[in-house]
């Protein structure tokens, strides 16, 4: 049986959450689950996730089901990046979200804690030539990550 890949790891992280936003649906056009997870999300920003919750909730199998701050399930879309990216420009990220899942199909794409702040996690089954057109955009390195 083949080891499996680690995942793709952008280790200086980015951090202009407004071009992220706007970029998201352009790199990940499948993507039909975001996550938001925070203590500090602004009540505009919130009630935003809500209207956005998919019509049938249900929590991706690999993401746990303890935790200490609220969660904002939402259907992805360009219009909800677009949106994000707008509030991007006026808030401070950690009103937007603190930690950060985007998924297709039950199957994770991203993994972000502390996003804005801190290494990027990318599902090892992302095409390479998906995350280096995130990492270009940004100026920054990437590779499969290194745990231990």
């Known amino acids: 049986m083949a ?5 793709w790891d952008i280790d200086e992280g980015i951090r202009n959450a407004e071009r ?15 996550i938001a997870q925070g203590s500090r999300i602004a009540d505009d920003v919130a009630a935003f996730y809500r209207e956005h919750a998919p019509p049938v909730p249900s929590r991706p199998a690999d993401l746990s089901r303890f935790t200490l701050t609220r969660r ?17 420009k006026e808030k ?18 991203i993994e972000w804690h502390d996003a804005f702040a801190n290494a990027l996690f990318l599902s090892p089954d992302l095409p390479e030539s998906t995350i280096a057109a995130l990492a270009d955009k940004f100026g920054v390195r990437y590779r499969r990550a290194r745990f231990g």
């Open 92 to 109: 401070p990220s950690e009103q937007l979200l603190h930690h950060l899942y985007l998924y297709r199909d039950g199957h994770q794409l």
């Open 20 to 34: 992220f936003f706007r970029a998201l649906p352009k790199l990940f056009p499948d993507a039909n689950l975001f």
């Open 72 to 88: 904002y399930f939402s259907v992805p879309s360009p219009e909800f990046s677009l949106q994000l990216a707008r509030f991007a």
């Open 3 to 7: 080891e499996a890949l680690p995942a």
